[in-house]
């Protein structure tokens, strides 16, 4: 089978939501590059190895692919479409940079299977490791395997946003939490919460292809019991009503809710998250660009958080506040 790939050349800040308009617009399948120049230092601090070589992406852009059917597409109108919406970002102070998009006709076995080679086991904490489902892997006695398979949706490890908020999590997790994960992706914050020793964990998304990737890697783990996965609004799950309230399996307030979603959403619903959290509960907001960290802690601190930490990686930033007691 033939696919459309549709190439456009960025920034780092801007990919998330591209991504997004290529899922918005049916995409198939969205692959993400980051710069990998050879001045790029790369963490092996937890004995990570890594055999997808270093790129000459420049510094601070990036290259996402989204693949679409050559039967049922029509690629004129989305290559009109797309640079209408990546121009709207500079409206809400995403800046794509002098992006470029480029498109080509491409066999399926060219990308549907050929990113796995480069998934490997990845250990992103001291006590997290993530194992794709098709890699072998021995772990540590102290090691807690996360076994994955992301499909379409966000959330291998790889990405910075996506191992900041595993390693807070492992700061923050003591035994016993209820936690909701808003933006699940994968699903992967949320089996790690558990296997970090959460209680519970409700698992929300608005992607239809989050959750059922979700739910499928919640079974992977054997941990239907502990993690419920629903599509939701952020926390319009919380909100719902009467005949058609939802039977959740937390009880909220909650001790701990993570975010791993861009900085304009997570200001969107600050308040909403405050509401959700017990005195002396945690928030871990992550996904923001380091231009958008003065943005989030203000927004944080003038709903009433106290931020506690805030950890780095490349240009990524995760705060971590707590509700006052």
Known sequence: ??????????????????????????????SIEESGTLNKQRDTSLGQWYEHPLNDIPEG???????????????????AELPEKIDQLREFDI?????????????????????KQYFKPIRVSERLTIKPTWEEYSPLPEERIIEL???????????PTTALCLRTLETVITGDEEVIDVGTGS????????????RRVLALDLDPIAVSSA???????????????????????????????????????????????LAEIILLFIDDVYAALKPGGTYIASGIFKNKEEAVEAGLAQA???????????DWIAFVAKKPE
């Open 215 to 261: 739910i499928e890697n919640t079974k992977l783990n054997k941990l239907e019991d502990k993690i419920q996965v629903h599509l939701s609004d952020l926390l319009g799950v919380l909100n719902t009503g009467g005949e058609s309230a939802v039977q959740l399996n937390v009880t909220v307030p909650v001790d701990v809710v993570v975010a791993n979603i």
């Open 95 to 115: 800046d794509p940079g002098d992006y470029k998009i480029t498109r080509a006709i491409v066999d399926e076995e060219d990308w549907a299977t050929a990113w």
């Open 1 to 30: 089978m033939k696919w459309h790939e549709l190439t456009i050349s960025t920034t780092e800040e801007a990919i998330e939501m591209i991504s997004n308009f290529l899922h918005e617009m049916d995409a198939d399948g969205v």
């Open 187 to 198: 699903g992967i914050l949320a089996i790690g919460a558990i296997l970090l020793g959460a």
């Open 304 to 314: 009433g958080f106290t931020i506690i930490d805030r950890q780095r990686d490349q």
């Open 61 to 79: 852009e990036a290259v996402i692919k989204g693949y679409f059917s050559e039967v049922d597409t029509d690629i004129d109108a989305l290559m």
């Open 149 to 159: 398979d992301p499909g379409m949706a966000f959330g291998t490890g790889t990405h």
